[in-house]
Nanobody, 125 residues
Framework: VQLQASGGGLVQAGDSLRLSCAAS????????ISWFRQAPGKEREFLTG????????YPPSSVKGRATISRDDAKNTVYFQMNSLQPEDTAVYSC???????????????????WGQGTLVTVSS
């Protein structure tokens, strides 16, 4: 499985952004895919995930209520949209995948087998 994340860049506070994670090697119905971010000097943070059946998971986090995960099975791509971006959202955003046969989205990045290269999102005030 290979993952290609894209869509990052420089945005203004208050803007919205949609990131893409294109998967190859397995269909999305065989994968759990999640989004993480890591800001400078901080630990990696789980944001949201989507199960093999398409169920979205939004745990309590700094982005809950502002973030949406979705997928396009025809394009084998998962999207992450976040609204009302703030400077503290500046980070490298990465997607990760695992072929776990359950419907359980893991919050620990160490449990994911595949990672995209990450895309930098910079939010200016």
């Amino acid at each position: 499985v290979q993952l290609q994340a894209s869509g990052g860049g420089l945005v203004q506070a208050g803007d919205s952004l949609r990131l893409s994670c294109a998967a190859s090697g397995r269909p999305l119905t065989h994968l759990i895919i999640s989004w993480f971010r890591q800001a400078p000097g901080k630990e990696r943070e789980f944001l949201t995930g989507i199960t093999r059946s398409g169920r979205s998971i939004y745990p309590p986090s700094s982005v809950k209520g502002r973030a949406t995960i979705s997928r396009d099975d025809a394009k084998n791509t998962v999207y992450f949209q976040m609204n009302s971006l703030q400077p503290e959202d500046t980070a490298v955003y990465s997607c990760a995948a695992d072929e776990d046969s359950s419907e359980t989205v893991m919050y620990n990045g160490l449990q994911y087998e595949y990672w995209g290269q990450g895309t930098l999102v910079t939010v200016s005030s």
